[in-house]
């Protein structure tokens, strides 16, 4: 039914999009507590900092990542001496893309879920003998678990539909790089290859209607669990 | 015991509380509203933090400005019921009940559950609870950290009366069979009188009077701040006759007097707190002969006290060791030519003594 072509770049969406929300996640759970519960000088440079990559073209982050991520580039270099990872023209470096372009809108989702806990609740609990960590993973993280499925829903359905940011950094090389998006822009360049964008062009409408699905299902499983 | 003394400005509140309180029973901490009550125990909890002072418990510092000790609120093993029940909704009343129960004790948990009449809710989830089931599964939770001392803040202030008459029992059940100390945070006298103890009285943040219950109740501090209609006066009493034939109960007194109150509440022998209002105490020069009011007590005039508006004049009627206030009218207080020393009698209608006047004391 699905061309070896079709199949390959619908894997590398889905494993780039999990790669980057599954990596994201931490930093977004704490990112969104530090805006939701923390006073600081320069609190609103931090929050447009993070806001960033929703107003920027997706272009000029993919150039970014490109000077500062790259072989040569300065943090990338020193990943590169020290770990050995690299991102340039691979798989990774799409994920990194993915990541940095959906992450406010993952912090957004937590954060607002974060400002509805009641702190009340998290005082009862410190009565009842429980140290702040242990507040934070039994009542606070729990509370907002809608808010996180949520934010990790959005951040997913975004990473599928990047596109400027990962063809500026990592290029459009099949197989390692060439996302749906990047082989319906390689169709459409192609003269005669109508077909196959439009099929890509349906696979790209399931995809995109089965994770709303599967978001709307699991959004309201965990508000069951938390309003019982 | 509890030595509070601490300072903490709140916005135009200034809390300067400097009293001691008795680590045993129920005390009462009483005020209107905004008088720094809620403040005062969150203070003692550990969720805020005075300004300076010091906050010791038994031997423990909970709290030493100079010594820079400061406990936070999971480390003092003091538990706290807030008005609104406060439980975790992601839990089942069990998860709840467990949640601060580290020994995982089953005959303890047993005994909360029972005591609480808990056992049929254990495995609903807080959502589907009444109010007051909600705030029985927040007494339980809190008593099942197994806390040295546990603070109410005004639990039944959110429940309807029917609720509350279910709740108080229960209350006094806890302070009697676990023998733990209870600081009880409540801006209702009726409350106080079925369950305290001693009594702390809060005004604009500073200690008006704190002490036993019948000494603070209607002191000198406490009399001139409250509404004339609440004005009353303890007696402890016991249930020496029950009169089947007029639903009365004689009630004796210390000094052999006696008192007839509507209804059987208790079987005889029973120990009572009797609240005696005030406006319900009229004062007759010589003994009534043919009156409707069945109390008449010989007493002798210890004080007046003119009002400031003089709209009435508080009499203290002393008998034996014991004594009760009348509320009377400027007017009448002067026709009857009323002084000091003088005997007179007094009078109680038996009806307006009903049970919400009475308190089972142990």
Request: hydrophobic share 45%.
């Amino acid at each position: 039914m699905l061309s070896d072509y079709e199949i390959a770049a619908l894997l590398l969406s889905l494993k780039v999009s999990s790669v980057a929300v599954l990596f994201s996640l931490p930093f977004g759970i704490i990112c969104a507590w530090i805006l939701a519960r923390c006073e600081f000088p320069g609190k609103s440079l931090f929050d447009s900092l993070i806001h960033l990559p929703l107003v920027l073209p997706p272009v000029v982050i993919g150039y970014i990542l490109l000077i500062s991520m790259g072989r040569q580039g300065s943090i990338g270099a020193v990943l590169y001496d020290w770990f050995g990872w690299s991102f340039s023209f691979s798989w990774r470096g799409a994920a990194l893309a993915a990541a940095i372009v959906s992450f406010p809108l993952m912090v957004r989702a937590i954060r607002l879920s974060f400002e509805s806990v009641d702190i009340r609740l998290e005082q009862a609990a410190r009565t009842l003998g429980s140290n702040r960590l242990r507040v934070f993973f039994t009542i606070t993280l729990p509370l907002t678990l809608p808010g996180i499925v949520s934010g990790m829903v959005l951040a997913f359905a975004r990473s599928l539909g990047e596109f400027g940011s990962t063809i500026t950094f990592v290029s459009n090389i099949p197989g390692e790089t060439r996302t749906i998006p990047l082989a319906m822009y390689s169709f459409i360049q192609t003269p005669g290859a109508e077909h196959e964008a439009a099929r890509l062009c349906v696979i790209a409408i399931v995809i995109a209607v089965l994770s709303l699905t599967a978001s709307q299902w699991l959004a309201k499983k965990a508000q069951q669990r938390v309003t019982s | 015991m509890l030595t509070i003394d601490i300072n903490k400005q709140l916005g135009d509140l200034d809390l300067q509380v400097n009293a001691q309180i008795p680590m045993q029973g129920i005390c009462a901490i009483f005020g209107r509203s905004g008088a720094g009550k809620t403040s005062l125990v969150n203070i003692l909890g550990g969720l805020s933090t005075p300004d300076n002072g010091q906050l010791t418990l038994g031997a423990t510092h909970l709290y030493h400005q100079q010594q820079k000790i400061n406990l936070p609120p999971e480390r003092r093993r003091i538990g706290y019921v807030f008005q609104e029940a406060r439980l975790f909704p992601h839990y089942s009343v069990r998860g709840n009940l467990n949640y601060g129960n580290k020994d995982k004790d089953q005959v303890h948990f047993d005994t909360v559950v029972g005591l609480l009449g808990l056992t049929e809710l254990l495995n609903r989830y807080p959502a589907t609870l009444s109010g007051g089931e909600k705030q029985r599964v927040a007494i339980g939770r809190a008593l099942l950290t197994r806390p040295q001392m546990l603070l109410m803040d005004e639990p039944l202030a959110a429940l309807d009366l029917p609720r509350k008459r279910e709740l108080i029992p229960y209350l006094l059940q806890l302070a009697k069979t676990l023998n733990l100390p209870i600081i009880y945070v409540s801006h209702s006298l009726d409350e106080i009188l079925q369950l305290a103890d001693s009594m702390l009285v809060l005004d604009k943040g500073k200690v008006l009077v704190n002490g036993p219950l019948h000494a603070v109740w209607d002191s000198a501090e406490m009399r001139p701040w409250l509404p004339v209609k609440e004005q009353s006066s303890l007696l402890m009493a016991t249930i020496t006759e029950l009169n089947q034939k007029y639903r009365m109960s004689k009630l004796s007194l210390a000094d052999g007097t006696y008192l007839w109150i509507n209804g059987m509440p208790l079987p005889t022998d029973s120990k009572l707190r009797v609240r005696i209002h005030a406006n319900h105490v009229s004062v007759c020069i010589n003994r009534p002969t043919d009156s409707s009011i069945r109390n008449i007590l010989s007493s002798t005039i210890a004080e007046i006290i003119h009002s400031e508006s003089n709209d009435n004049v508080q009499v203290k009627l002393a008998f034996g060791d014991d004594h009760i206030w009348a509320n009377i009218t400027p007017w009448a207080c002067d026709d009857l030519a009323l002084k000091v020393g003088q005997a007179v009698y007094a009078q109680i209608k038996g009806v307006s003594m009903t049970e919400s006047e009475l308190a089972q004391s142990f």
